[in-house]
T-cell receptor
């Protein structure tokens, strides 16, 4: 399998707290993308980080990539109830190629 | 902002019937994909399509499946003889890669296929 696991599988926090989700993979990648999925809905692209990048920011999102450990993390700062969703990492291995998705982390943000 | 659209949003069919799922990728994108997500499971890659031909397919994408870009805008997934285990959410995605575009894959809202 090219993809490892995401952890935690589920995370419950209070509004205003930070949420950190981790993703691991097994083979060298070209890029890693994070997506959000609200229950039963489509996948919303959040951020893409390339294998030669270590950190990217987008609004309240911060993504890090450690290629030596084959892992990535997604940090959502100052979480809101609207952030409640499942979050997936997906790894890309070549330009234009398929994405391999992890199992996802189910985030619940309580008001 | 341009979006990937998919129709229908929900398709119910009898086992053994043929279904066609339709997608309109974002207009200047060059790579097209189909993925599926069985309820409660992770998203799985089915097939990628570039320059009017399949560029990669997974083990799931057997002879029962086919894809087509019949005109300049639509991208379809056909399942010839549906099985109960084909019940899933099917997502279409497109990527602008090429001409300086990025690898980001933009997903449509999905078609929920229920096979009875």
């Amino acid at each position: 399998s090219q993809q490892g696991e995401e952890d935690p599988q589920a995370l419950s926090i209070q509004e205003g707290e930070n949420a950190t989700m981790n993703c691991s993979y097994k083979t060298s990648i070209n890029n890693l993308q994070w997506y959000r999925q609200n229950s039963g809905r489509g996948l919303v692209h959040l951020i893409l980080i390339r294998s030669n990048e270590r950190e990217k920011h987008s609004g309240r999102l911060r993504v890090t990539l450690d290629t030596s450990k084959k892992s990535s993390s997604l940090l959502i700062t100052a979480s809101r109830a609207a952030d409640t969703a499942s979050y997936f990492c997906a790894t890309g291995y070549n330009q234009g190629g398929k994405l391999i998705f992890g199992q996802g982390t189910e985030l619940s943000v309580k008001p | 902002e341009p979006e990937v659209t998919q129709t229908p949003s929900h398709q119910v069919t009898q086992m053994g019937q043929e279904v066609i799922l339709r997608c309109v990728p974002i207009s200047n994108h060059l790579y097209f994909y189909w993925y599926r997500q069985i309820l409660g499971q992770k998203v799985e890659f089915l097939v990628s399509f570039y320059n009017n031909e399949i560029s990669e397919k997974s083990e799931i994408f057997d002879d029962q499946f086919s894809v087509e870009r019949p005109d300049g805008s639509n991208f379809t997934l056909k399942i010839r003889s549906t099985k109960l285990e084909d019940s899933a959410m099917y997502f279409c995605a497109s990527s602008p890669l090429g001409g300086g575009g990025t690898d980001t894959q933009y997903f449509g809202p999905g078609t929920r296929l229920t096979v009875l």
